[in-house]
């Protein structure tokens, strides 16, 4: 598919307009995505997403994305708009692709992104799936990203607005399902979407976005993992192996972290300090100065590509979070899904489980997770 601005026939291929299933999160972005594709002329039923058997455990007012009072505002935009409305129940899904992922990846001391696992197992594999069976054309979402004609077929490309690009994050789609996907809002700033919003009644217009991890109420990441896991007091330590601190359990630290260590005195350079490795093997966190951070390349696994997977050696963009700059890399795809990543420059706080996307301009390339990261004398995990 590609992009439809307001303004579109909306025709498709075989001249006919296209069953769309829009998901409709509750905020002013899917909003105004299922107007769009309305008004293109597509036939649009909206359906949000019900992610918890409790929504009241999930976060209330502007933060989240899975609460009652968005069922709520998602059903009113979609009356506004003129289209069916729908919610589905997907809870049970979300709590073993997303939840469950999520406590898996922290016990071993990875750090995960949960909301690159949801574009990836809920929205564009659950949703798609029941979508495609039941007769829709695509699904449309009010992402930050566009989807152009290449040479090879669709392509994922980043944001007009690259403040509000969210290419990182679906990075994890392929080939296929980008052939199914409709992301209207992709050549927008979103100062123009509110203001689209505005005209358009519809009530969602100046709802703030939502941030963090929509299924942690309180946002205490590391009290929604030990309710969980459990404390495992250990040792925090420092490059040399010298106890400097103890914790409740190594689960709850993130390389690159600097705040919440509870170090029981300052390092002797007085400078701060930062995680520098987590080992859940023997319970340790290690610290050190911003230097050991440094990190020289990596290797990724589980490599999904968002077009023809790209073979050898090749120069590439590698984004290492949602909001990093971009830095220059050469990558080396290998064989079972591995792609061996060499920085041009040394990047920091890089950590196993995080996502790395690779671009060609514009264009997503593909994704791995990060199994290991390689500093100028050792890898850790």
């Known amino acids: 598919m590609t992009n439809f601005p307001a303004s579109a026939s909306g025709a498709a291929p075989e001249g006919r307009p296209l069953r769309v299933l829009a998901a409709m999160s509750g905020g002013v972005d899917s909003a105004v995505a299922a107007a769009r594709a309305a008004a293109a002329g597509h036939d649009v039923t909206g359906v949000h997403l019900a992610l918890s058997a409790n929504p009241q455990s999930f976060r209330s007012g502007a933060r989240g994305c899975c609460t009652l009072e968005d069922s709520r505002d998602a059903r009113r935009a979609a009356d506004v708009i003129g289209i069916p409305f729908y919610v589905w129940d997907l809870s049970e899904r979300f709590r073993e692709d997303v939840v469950e992922d999520f406590y898996a990846e922290y016990a071993a001391g990875r750090t995960p992104n949960p909301c690159l696992r949801c574009n990836e197992k809920i929205k564009f594999s659950a949703l798609l799936d029941k979508a495609l069976a039941l007769g829709f054309d695509a699904v449309a979402t009010g992402h930050y990203a566009r989807i152009l004609d290449g040479p090879g077929g669709r392509e994922l490309h980043r944001a007009v607005d690259p403040g509000k690009d969210q290419s990182y994050v679906l990075g994890v789609l392929t080939a296929d399902q980008l052939a199914h996907a409709m992301f209207p809002l992709g050549d927008t700033p979103k100062a123009q979407v509110r203001e689209e919003a505005e005209r358009l009644d519809l009530a969602v217009a100046r709802k703030p976005d939502s941030h963090d991890i929509c299924f942690i109420a309180d946002g205490d990441t590391q009290g929604f993992l030990a309710r969980r896991l459990g404390e495992r007091p250990g040792e925090i330590v420092d490059a040399d192996g010298n106890r400097v601190g103890e914790h409740d359990g190594a689960y709850g630290f993130t390389v690159g972290q600097r705040k919440g ?21 023997d319970n340790r966190v290690t610290v050190g100065p911003a230097d050991g951070l440094d990190i020289h390349g990596l290797t990724g696994i589980r490599a999904r590509w968002c077009g023809t997977p790209p073979e050898g050696s090749g120069r590439f963009h590698a984004q290492l979070r949602a909001h990093g700059e971009p830095v220059p890399v050469t990558a080396e795809v290998a064989g079972g899904g591995t792609v061996r990543v060499d920085f041009d420059a040394p990047v920091r706080g890089i950590a196993p489980g995080q996502a ?26």
């Open 261 to 281: 260590l509870r170090l029981g005195h300052p390092a002797p350079d007085g400078k701060p300090r930062y995680v520098l490795d987590v080992s859940v093997v």
């Open 356 to 381: 790395v996307v690779l671009y060609d301009g514009t264009r997503v390339v593909g994704s791995a997770t990060i199994d290991a990261t390689r500093r100028a004398a050792a890898v850790t995990r």
